[in-house]
């Protein structure tokens, strides 16, 4: 079982900073990638970004140069620094971790930029 507790989301007006915290817990594979997707009302889930256990990241266009992610894999938990937010960023926020075809999704936890 593998559990995923995000924080760290809540409201900001354009131009602030946030950071998104996910840790996860349990039978989590020593090599995995965790990553960061969104969703908007009325809009498909969406990739953040993503890093492996090595390092490896990707990020989504829109968010490039604008948000930044880390991990402590000692820790097993992923972090999101979020900078420049715009009301465009505004989305509940959500974080996975994937390893030997499985994937496992947190709760979720909400992102609101007003301008």
């Known amino acids: 079982q593998v559990q995923l507790v995000e924080s760290g989301g809540g409201l900001v007006q354009a131009g602030g900073s946030l950071r998104l915290s996910c840790a996860a817990s349990?039978?989590?594979?020593?090599?995995?990638?965790m990553g960061w997707y969104r969703q908007a009302p009325g809009k498909q889930r969406e990739l953040v970004a993503t890093m492996t256990t090595f390092g490896s990241t990707n990020y989504a266009d829109p968010v490039k140069g604008r948000f930044t992610i880390s991990r402590d894999n000692a820790k097993n938990t992923v972090y999101l620094q979020m900078n420049s937010l715009k009301p465009e960023d505004t989305a509940m926020y959500y974080c996975?971790?994937?390893?030997?075809?499985?994937?496992?999704w947190g709760q979720g936890t909400q992102v609101t930029v007003s301008s």
């Open positions: 996975n971790v994937k390893f030997s075809g499985y994937v496992y």
């Open positions: 349990g039978s989590i594979a020593s090599i995995n990638t």
